[in-house]
């Protein structure tokens, strides 16, 4: 908004002094600086008329003036309705000065004259507001000003009532009547309080407040003088002020450097002291209203010291104590103590406007040659910022200088401190970019993208990367300002650093997000060229900067799109699918996204296009990423969404496939888990029967007493309810909805598609490449059923939206030639051994993860088109087990994640809405979650290096803890332990105990049985906590890991499907959360009888070895996220142990036909396999390789003959007999000791010279009861502490004897 009319409203009447004011003698009389008796009464009101408007118009030069001098009512009538009608919406000023006429009346008038000049003629307040309408700005110079401000308020309320008494009451005379303005938006502006009279000083003017509110320096300066402190400025008299050389408007003068000092520290002042959204409105909208505004608060400076209060609406706080005049009083002394020195030597300086350049001058030098500068009070100011950013504690409060630092922008001496200043400033995070926003930062940095100055270059995109991070509406303006191109030429300026150039693609990244004329802007200025250039650059940030630049200016913009096409972008960004960075992986992943989805037209060229991209997405399908894999199936569900036909028929094959392909299942299992697997070819994995795994994502498990209730219920029914997955399960959330009569959704449980997935004939994945182009859409399916089995639950959700989305459109579209009603569902479909009432799959109970729980996979689907009803959830009919929606079933551990399910926005779309369904709901929120990094500090320390913080003080204390139990562990087992029985806790588990870890380092032991987590504290004897794993009911945990168990452990978990997890926040009282989750070996097949998943984790290099029942050790780097290499075995049974030394490249693993294999890693394929063991006749139960640089290999078989290998020699140095048919056997890494689990329910631990020192049969002080059969054994990495599992459920850990402890 801005002020384009001004009314100069001057009631002098020169020469005639008003009835009811006793002026002094002499008196104050300047109006205007000039004196009204040195010429005709006429003559002198026509000059100050023509002066006052000079005045204003160097502040609004283009602004329309209109003056009323000495005038009557009805002209100030016209003069107000006309400036009003001209201005329609815009700001009017209404000047009023009222120094020829009577003070101001309590009944709300101020005085006019008659025609004549006989009469004072009262005008009301209330007339004035209805001429002059909204928004105005009043300005009252006269004694006892401040009572028009009182008046107009209670005009203003008096206006709102009686509108609203019109708007009750139609008949009412206002209700005909146009609307009047409201007055809410009008600001005034009076020289003093209603009970006081202007200063009538005759060194002052009369006219003191206008002169304050528009020749501030002048009057500033002349006030500055009369002040007892100028006497200290010798020379300096009211005259010499006069002459001080420049413009106003020339900051390179010395009068205009003043101004500009005084607009700085008035802004400053305004800054700090008013509440954040009255600054923006009275100094930050319109320039004439902030320009009066910061000359107001000079106003009040002056006039206080004459006792005199000046009045605004809305009301400032009292400034004229600010700190910051002090500075200004400075400035001016150092101004004026040079004065006499210029004007005694300077009349060139006078006549010729020498203009300060922008370097600093000389001024015309005195006798002495003393050499001037500017003043010095920019740079100060900025040291004083300097200091506050370098010495300020965390939370303290913004800098005062924040609005100065934005006036020295516009100064070429210290533009490029200051922005580096704004930059560190910035840095301190997102309320520091409000603060410079809210401050008025924007059209500054805007306009200095015009400069072409290269050292300005990093400053300006590190400031333009802040303010998108926290406000990316700006897009706009900066397009529209060509600031676009000064980014793209920093993207294409090789010499820029890496850092810069990252800056520079992140703010082009926001240019084009979702903003059509951005993209044909970026595109016109070669952005796509510059960012494919840039894809190999070693700074990873850059490259996921430039791939996510290149997706948004591809989304729904197709010019783009075939201008990738055209420089083939696709088969650059492919080198990035391989990236070791996991998030330049999966910008690569969006960015292919976005260049196959939402296209418009169909040729066969972008057809092969899109089936290209699609087969390279492919590869990625087991990436260690579970962020790489999201962003992999919303990729691919663009592409779904883009041959949605191809798909529907490709869903319903699978669909038929399933529905007859019957699992064999005995009848009467006895235990579900114990049954051999189904082996029809290599081709078909192993498939275990359906009962033995029922929804694998419910929380709840067979344990599950709400099952048997369901199961119970069908079987009334008459035997199993007949009702195969194939007929697409009908589930509404977490209830089974038999016999609904309004149920028509059609959903693909879980178990139909892990079923799928197992069924449909694929020999590997990984094979998958290379296939003719008609089955790109089978292969892209079986993508996603495999996704959809992912063990990082986020992963599998959004793929089962994508398939559900599928199947339920091919089952409506092939609707009519089927059709079901509710009864056919229960009693005449075609009865099949595998509905046991499992697959009425309980998505109700929240699956262990972050986001939506599974149950909105139900909820989300919307209506089919034909049926009129609200867009609700489905309806449900819950059996005698069912229960309401989200609600938890009866749940063996404790909720986990459960926020309960966050209804995700698809839930009320309209039934037609169903293609957005899929292409709309799936985003993952990548470009967000990156663009957050430069919004936080980037110049900060990190909190670990910062040696006074408390997460650097908490690892200080952990690494000496872990000191200290090396050291004194070491000093037990350097004595040599002769005894290992003393049992120092004991406790039943909730589960069989499958595999046992210590912590190395706190007293915490983690328990697995087959897919729950139990932490003990076996020092305190307390459980710390237990939590379910999330693994597939017919999988088990078959290995664990600490990961950094020196600091902030994670815990790592490997089932025998090949699904790895890690958690944080165990054993505490938090709640325990997956960190990630991946598919570590992909060719893995469930079976009870096999050695399941093994891993061995190096913690100085980050890798994870992980074999199992494969042909390979597969070697994973944690760091990358990505699968480092594969080592093959060269066996034909499965790797049953792992043990790995980071120091000489070596894998050791034993097998399960009795080999021992050593793997020197550092070499090729073929030759890896560096030495074979035969000498085992039996399956390996551990093989160990001692980490000391000539350590040895220890291997035991299930014979129990435990060997010692060199791994230099083909023999073994060293055989013992021990026990046969071990069960479990671990060996103690530091202390010579081994210990071996049987069948026959003992333990014996022995020394490496085969001495048994001691044997475990019975549980101390438990009734004498005998040990169950051992299920697991673990030592302790450092304390002789054996901890053991026995199938009795019991968990017992035994040590040293006490005196040795």
């Avoid at 384009?4 to 002094?17: E, I």
């Avoid at 996921?544 to 010019?559: K, T």
């Avoid at 199947?807 to 079901?820: D, E, F, G, S, W």
């Avoid at 910062?946 to 003080?953: G, I």
């Amino acid at each position: 908004m801005k002020t384009v009319s001004v009314a100069l409203v001057l009631c002098l009447n020169v020469g005639v002094d008003p009835p009811d004011v006793v002026k002094t003698s002499p008196c104050a009389r300047l109006e205007c600086w000039i004196d009204p008796l040195s010429m005709s009464p006429q003559k002198a009101l026509e000059t100050i008329g023509a002066n006052l408007q000079k005045q204003y118009e160097n502040w609004q030069p283009r602004a329309r003036y209109k003056q009323s001098l000495d005038p009557t009512v009805d002209e100030v009538k016209k003069l107000c309705t006309s400036l009003r009608r001209n201005a329609k919406e815009e700001r009017v000023l209404f000047h009023y000065n009222g120094h020829g006429v009577p003070r101001p009346t309590v009944n709300g008038e101020i005085w006019v004259f008659n025609k004549n000049y006989t009469q004072y003629i009262p005008l009301s307040i209330y007339d004035l507001q209805t001429w002059m309408g909204s928004p105005s700005i009043f300005v009252y110079d006269c004694s006892n000003a401040g009572i028009i401000v009182k008046s107009f308020k209670q005009f203003a309320l008096q206006r709102e009532q009686e509108l609203e008494v019109a708007a009750i009451n139609p008949s009412h005379p206002l209700a005909q009547m146009p609307l009047p303005p409201s007055m809410k938006n009008c600001i005034q502006l009076a020289a003093c309080e209603a009970n006081e009279l202007l200063p009538m000083n005759p060194d002052l003017p009369a006219d003191l407040f206008t002169s304050c509110l528009t020749t501030p320096i002048k009057i500033a300066l002349r006030w500055f003088c009369m002040q007892k402190s100028a006497k200290l400025v010798p020379g300096v008299t009211l005259d010499l002020i006069e002459k001080i050389p420049g413009r106003l408007n020339d900051r390179r003068t010395p009068l205009g450097e003043l101004n500009w000092i005084f607009t700085a520290i008035t802004d400053t002042i305004a800054w700090n002291v008013l509440p954040r959204d009255l600054f923006q409105k009275l100094f930050r909208q319109d320039l004439l209203v902030a320009s009066l505004f910061r000359n107001f608060l000079l106003a009040e400076r002056i006039m206080r010291s004459y006792n005199c209060t000046p009045v605004s609406s809305p009301r400032l706080p009292p400034t004229y104590m600010h700190a910051m005049w002090q500075a200004w009083d400075l400035a001016v002394d150092i101004c004026l103590s040079q004065l006499p020195t210029i004007i005694e030597e300077g009349t060139a300086f006078r006549h010729d406007q020498i203009a300060w350049g922008e370097q600093p001058i000389r001024w015309p030098a005195a006798a002495e040659e003393t050499t001037e500068t500017h003043s010095p009070f920019f740079a100060e100011q900025l040291t004083a910022f300097q200091v506050w950013l370098t010495m300020g504690v965390e939370n303290r409060n913004p800098p005062e200088q924040l609005p100065i630092v934005l006036q020295v922008l516009l100064s070429q001496v210290h533009r490029l401190r200051a922005l580096d200043l704004l930059g560190r400033f910035l840095d301190l995070g997102p309320w520091a970019v409000s603060l410079a926003l809210s401050v008025g930062i924007f059209p500054y940095v805007l306009k200095l993208l015009q400069s072409s100055a290269r050292e300005l270059r990093p400053l300006l995109v590190f400031i333009w990367a802040k303010i998108l991070a926290v406000d990316s509406s700006c897009q706009a303006d900066l397009v529209k300002d060509n600031g676009h191109k000064y980014f793209l030429s920093v993207l294409a300026d090789s010499y820029m650093p890496a850092e810069h150039r990252t800056m520079a693609v992140f703010i082009l990244a926001v240019i084009v997000n979702n903003y059509n004329t951005g993209q044909e802007a970026c595109l016109q200025g070669n952005l796509i060229a510059n960012c494919l250039e840039q894809l190999s650059d070693p700074h990873p940030l850059l490259r996921q900067w430039v791939a996510i630049c290149l997706g948004r200016i591809w989304q729904n913009f197709e010019p783009a799109r075939w201008c990738g096409v055209r420089d083939s972008a696709h088969e650059k960004l492919y080198t990035l699918l391989s990236d070791p960075i996991p998030e330049v992986r999966c910008a690569a992943v969006f960015a292919l996204g976005t260049f196959v989805g939402n296209s418009a037209e169909r040729t066969d060229h972008s057809t092969t296009i899109d089936h290209n991209v699609a087969m390279m997405l492919a590869q990625l399908i087991n990436d260690g990423s579970p962020v790489v894999r999201k962003e992999l199936v919303v990729a691919l569900s663009h592409l779904v969404v883009q041959y949605e036909s191809n798909f529907c028929t490709v869903a319903l094959q699978f669909i038929e496939e399933e529905k007859n392909y019957a699992v064999p299942s005995p009848a009467n299992a006895a235990e579900p888990g114990n049954m051999t697997p189904v082996r029809d070819s290599p081709a078909i994995p192993r498939l275990r029967s359906v009962n033995s795994y029922t929804n694998i994502r419910a929380v709840t498990t067979a344990r599950n007493l709400n099952k048997s209730l369901q199961n119970l219920n069908l079987n009334e029914e008459g035997g199993p309810a007949a009702f195969s997955p194939g007929n697409l399960s009908t589930s509404s959330s977490a209830s089974s909805t038999l016999g609904s009569p309004d149920n028509d959704e059609y959903i693909l449980s879980f178990e139909t598609i892990d079923k799928m997935r197992r069924v449909s004939s694929y020999s590997s994945l990984n094979s998958l490449i290379g296939v003719s182009f008609n089955s790109v859409y089978t292969q892209i399916w079986r993508v996603l059923l495999h996704l959809a089995a992912d063990p990082f639950p986020e992963v599998s959700d959004l793929a089962m939206k994508v398939l559900n989305s599928i199947a339920y459109k091919a089952t409506m579209n092939a609707r009519p030639q089927r059709i079901l009603d509710s009864g056919s569902l229960t009693q005449s479909a075609p009865a099949s051994p595998t509905s046991k009432g499992t697959h009425i799959h309980q998505a109700g109970g929240s699956p262990p993860m972050p986001s939506t729980s599974s149950s909105s996979l139900t909820n989300e689907v919307p209506k089919p088109p034909t049926r009129e009803q609200p867009a609700t959830r489905p309806p449900y009919t819950p059996t005698l087990g069912g229960q309401a929606p989200h609600s938890h079933q009866f749940p063996r551990t404790r909720k986990m994640f459960d926020k309960g399910p966050e209804q995700a926005a698809e839930d009320g779309e309209e039934p037609g809405g169903h293609r957005n369904y899929v292409s709309l709901a799936l985003q993952t929120g990548l470009c967000d979650w990156s663009a957050k990094y430069f919004a936080q500090p980037v110049m900060k320390i990190p909190e670990e290096h910062d040696l006074e913080s408390q997460v650097r003080m908490e690892r200080q204390w952990r690494f000496l803890r872990n000191a200290r139990v090396r050291r004194q562990s070491r000093v037990i087992t350097q004595r040599g332990i002769s005894r290992l029985d003393d049992q120092i806790f004991i406790n039943r588990n909730p589960g069989v105990p499958s595999v046992v870890k210590f912590h190395p380092f706190n007293t915490c032991i983690a328990v697995a049985d087959k897919d729950s987590i139990c932490f003990w504290d076996w020092e305190k004897g307390e459980r710390l906590d237990y939590f379910y794993n999330g693994n597939p009911r017919y999988t088990r945990i078959t290995a664990m890991e600490y990961l950094n168990g020196h600091d902030c452990s994670l815990l790592l978990t490997a089932t025998d499907d090949g699904a790895l997890r890690v958690w944080k926040n165990f054993a505490d009282q938090k709640n325990p959360e997956m960190v990630t989750a991946w598919q570590g070996l992909s060719d893995m097949l469930p079976t009870t009888r096999g050695a399941g998943m093994v891993v061995d984790w190096e913690q100085e290099t980050g890798l994870l070895m992980t074999s199992g029942d494969v042909r390979v050790i597969r070697i994973w780097d944690t760091d990358r996220e990505m699968k480092v290499q594969d080592i093959p075995t060269g066996a034909d049974s499965c790797v049953t142990s792992l043990s790995c030394d980071s120091q000489r490249s070596l894998i050791v693993a034993g097998l399960g036909d009795g080999s021992v294999r050593v793997f020197d890693r550092r070499m090729g394929p073929s030759e890896c396999r560096v030495m074979t063991y035969r000498e085992h006749g039996a399956w390996v139960v551990k093989a160990h390789l001692q980490k000391e640089t000539d350590g040895n290999i220890i291997s035991v078989s299930v014979n129990g003959d435990v060997r010692f290998f060199e791994p230099r020699t083909p023999d073994s140095i060293n055989v013992l007999q021990t026990v046969k048919g071990l069960t479990a056997l671990d060996i103690h890494p530091q202390a010579n000791l081994f210990a071996c689990g049987s069948m026959n329910q003992f333990i014996a631990v022995y020394n490496t010279n085969g001495d048994v020192i001691s044997n475990i049969k019975y549980y101390d002080g438990f009734m004498g009861q005998r040990i169950g059969a051992i299920s697991c054994l673990a030592f302790h990495p450092y304390w002789p502490h054996l901890a053991v599992g026995s199938n009795d459920y019991y968990m017992s850990i035994y040590s040293a004897e006490k005196r040795l402890r």
